[in-house]
């Protein structure tokens, strides 16, 4: 009797789902885990699928939020995709655990409910699961399973600002794509592996970015340069930078993604020039599909990193354009002055607008077109101390009518901004070629 009563007590305490195995999880069993997760914690999560492989697996979104269906005016949208590449497969386990993490610690963990309270997070943990289910051998670096089912590399599929990459864009990028514009995401990450670093825009580049001199710089720089050292100086060691003894030092464990090797289309600046959301790429295992082994491993030293670099997506400043009579104006352009992007960044349909910055003093621009602009100076606190963004709303007393459709086209945005010249061919067709030696890294 006392032990059947002790094999009760441990049941009460230990319930059959004691956590998430620190395995490999093939897709069927990846998608009745995030089943399993939305049945235990329906009030704050969403499950849905935004789209299918080339082989026709979902390719699963799990939602975590206080409001996890639908968007809430003034919460700002997250996001983390894993497994773009099938055989870099370290982020898609992270990422099962990042979820098992958050929805067993709401509500007790004060850091993990304020993120739920005030964030609405989207994670993918597997963009390229045929790629993953292709990949039958563990391999330290390059293995066929990195591209989708139709041989193609969905991290040079997106449609590129600098040049034309005349791609066939395949199911899962179009998913992506779809993803992006039917949310007002401000903040991502993409988990590769492969190498030990953060890397940010731009991944390509020409002279108007500064391409001559090996570094393609965003109007944004300081702002990439700090969410990768989120990420890095909370990672247990890629902060070091030279963690994988055969590839380049990186000062700070961070690089801007040119300055490493040239990319055309990349994830990464497509989130920044069209999804006006700012992307890295954190390359989190010098190996590419290590033994499962070395997964809890792999957890330990990124946990406090996936949360900390959440907490980025409050930033900056946030609000609403208003009317007169307070109904939102969508498609107004909002930027801070000295930050004008090359596809300028609009109000959505809420009239909501979203700016990571740094803390400190920015004039802020609103333009109606039609109706003039609004200058508004202010003063920008560290966000992510209080899980919120400094908000601040412009009211138009006038409005012209605005066209509904304001989105850039997706032509190579650069291209037009600054031809280049017949000098500097050489050092691309340079980097081209180093691009094909590197392919393997990233």
């Known amino acids: 009797m006392r032990v059947g009563a002790?094999?009760?007590?441990?049941?009460l305490l230990f319930p059959v789902a004691v956590g998430l195995e620190f395995s490999y999880h093939p897709s069927e069993q990846l998608g009745?885990?995030?089943?399993?997760?939305?049945?235990?914690?329906p009030s704050i999560t969403s499950l849905h699928s935004v789209g299918r492989s080339v082989a026709g697996k979902d390719l699963w979104i799990l939602v975590l939020g206080r409001f996890p269906t639908q968007h809430t005016i003034g919460i700002p949208e997250f996001k983390y995709i894993a497994n773009m590449h099938g055989d870099e497969t370290v982020g898609r386990e992270l990422l099962l655990?990042?979820?098992?993490?958050?929805?067993?610690?709401?509500?007790?963990d004060p850091v993990v409910t304020r993120l739920i309270d005030s964030t609405r997070i989207h994670i993918m943990p597997s963009m390229n699961p045929d790629g993953f289910e292709a990949t039958t051998v563990h391999d330290c670096y390059y293995s066929e399973g990195r591209f989708n089912k139709n041989g193609k590399d969905l991290n040079r599929n997106f449609p590129?600002?600098?040049?034309?990459n005349n791609v066939t864009i395949q199911p899962e990028t179009q998913a992506v794509i779809n993803w992006i514009k039917n949310e007002t995401f401000v903040l991502s990450a993409n988990l590769h592996g492969g190498a030990l670093v953060a890397s940010y825009t731009f991944d390509n580049g020409n002279p108007a970015t500064g391409s001559l001199r090996g570094y393609s710089r965003s109007p944004d720089d300081d702002v990439f340069m700090h969410l990768a050292k989120t990420y890095s100086s909370n990672h247990a060691s890629m902060y070091k930078g030279n963690e994988c003894g055969n590839k380049p030092v990186f000062p700070y464990g961070i690089t801007n993604g040119y300055a490493w090797y040239q990319l055309q289309g990349g994830m990464q600046d497509y989130n920044y020039i069209w999804g006006q959301c700012f992307e890295i790429t954190l390359e989190l295992s010098c190996c590419k599909y290590p033994p499962a082994s070395q997964l809890q491993a792999f957890w330990n030293d990124n946990k406090a990193a996936l949360i900390e670099y959440i907490k980025q997506v409050h930033l900056g400043i946030k609000g609403q354009v208003l009317d007169r009579h307070g109904q939102p104006i969508p498609?107004?352009?909002v930027e801070a002055k000295g930050r004008e992007h090359i596809c300028p960044y609009r109000t959505n349909q809420h009239g909501e607008y979203y700016l990571l910055l740094l803390p400190g003093s920015y004039v802020l621009n609103a333009t109606a077109p039609g109706s003039g602009s609004i200058l508004k100076t202010l003063i920008v606190p560290?966000?992510?101390?209080?899980?919120?963004?400094?908000?601040?709303?412009?009211?138009?007393?006038?409005?012209?009518?605005?066209a509904r459709d304001a989105s850039c086209p997706?032509?190579?945005?650069?291209?037009?901004f600054e031809s280049i010249s017949a000098a500097v061919k050489p050092t691309l067709h340079f980097l081209a070629l180093m691009t094909v030696l590197y392919t393997v890294f990233k």
């Open 6 to 11: 002790l094999c009760l007590a441990l049941a």
């Open 32 to 41: 009745t885990f995030l089943k399993e997760v939305h049945r235990q914690h």
């Open 97 to 108: 655990h990042l979820i098992d993490f958050l929805v067993t610690n709401d509500k007790s």
């Open 160 to 164: 590129d600002v600098f040049n034309s």
């Open 331 to 333: 498609n107004v352009i």
């Open 382 to 402: 560290n966000g992510p101390e209080n899980f919120s963004a400094l908000k601040y709303d412009f009211v138009f007393p006038e409005v012209s009518t605005i």
């Open 410 to 416: 997706t032509k190579p945005l650069y291209q037009d």
